[in-house]
C-alpha cells in the first residue's frame, strides 16, 4: 500500500510539472499573439504573468525585452536581453537583439560589439551580420558627414 501511495504521489506531482509547463507555453504563444497585434502592454501582461511561473526562461526574458523595445524603452529591453543570457543556449539571439536596441539608440560602436558576440557564438546567424553591416554602414555614413562638415575649417 505505502508503494501505491508514493507511485500515485510521483504521478501526481509529474501531472503538476506538465500543467505547468502547458500553462507557460499557452502564455508565450498568447503573447506572441498580442505581439503581432502590436498590443505590447497587454503582452507585457502576459509575459510577465509567464516570468511568475518560470523566472528562468530565456524566452519570456527576451519577449519582456522585446516588448519593451517596442515601446522604446531601450534599458529596460537590453537589462532583459542581457538577463536571458544568463539561461539561453543561443546567445547568438540575446546578443543580436542587444545589439538591435543599441542600433536603434544610435549607439553604433555597442551595436557592432554585440554583434560581434552573437557572431562569436554563432557564426552561421545571419542576423548578426545584418545588424553588424548595417551598423557598421551608418558609422562610416556619420564619419564621411563629419569629415564633410569639417572642411569649413580648412
Known sequence: MEEEIKHLNEISARFKRMSAKIKLLTLINKAKEEYDR????????????????????????????????????????????????????TKEIEYTLIGMAYYLQDELDEAVENFNFAIDENENYDPAYEGKNQAMLENHVKILDLQESLKKYF
Open 38 to 89: 502590436f498590443d505590447f502592454s497587454q503582452g507585457l501582461e502576459t509575459l510577465e504573468e509567464a516570468l511568475k511561473l518560470d523566472p528562468e526562461n530565456p524566452v519570456v526574458l527576451r519577449g519582456i525585452g522585446c516588448m519593451k523595445q517596442f515601446q522604446k524603452d531601450f534599458d529596460s529591453a537590453i537589462e532583459f536581453y542581457t538577463k536571458a543570457l544568463e539561461y539561453s543556449q
